[in-house]
Nanobody, 121 residues
Framework: VQLQASGGGLVQAGGSLRLSCVAS????????MGWFRQAPGKEREFVAA????????YYRDSVKGRFTISRDNAKNMVYLQMNSLKPEDTAVYYC???????????????WGQGTQVTVSS
């Protein structure tokens, strides 16, 4: 599986962005998907995840109520809608895929190249 993330950019605090991630392959619907981020000088951290059926989602506490993860299995796409952005959301965002149950840790098999999100105050 190859993943390509896009949609990052520069936005003012309080603004919104939607990240997209397209996956190659015909078995996308069997993968759980996650979004992670890494800020300068910090470790990569979990942001959100969604099960292969989209029936289960998880979020880190700091983004609950502001971010929404979704997927379109017909298009091999996963999205991260980010609203009410804060400067502390600034990071490189990565999408990731794994076979099996959705998890919130870094145990994902495939990673995209990342897209930069910068939130100005």
């Amino acid at each position: 599986v190859q993943l390509q993330a896009s949609g990052g950019g520069l936005v003012q605090a309080g603004g919104s962005l939607r990240l997209s991630c397209v996956a190659s392959g015909r078995t996308f619907s069997s993968y759980s998907m996650g979004w992670f981020r890494q800020a300068p000088g910090k470790e990569r951290e979990f942001v959100a995840a969604i099960s292969y059926s989209a029936g289960t989602t998880y979020y880190r506490d700091s983004v609950k109520g502001r971010f929404t993860i979704s997927r379109d299995n017909a298009k091999n796409m996963v999205y991260l809608q980010m609203n009410s952005l804060k400067p502390e959301d600034t990071a490189v965002y990565y999408c990731a895929a794994r076979r099996g149950v959705v998890v919130t840790g870094p145990a994902y098999d495939y990673w995209g190249q990342g897209t930069q999100v910068t939130v100005s105050s």
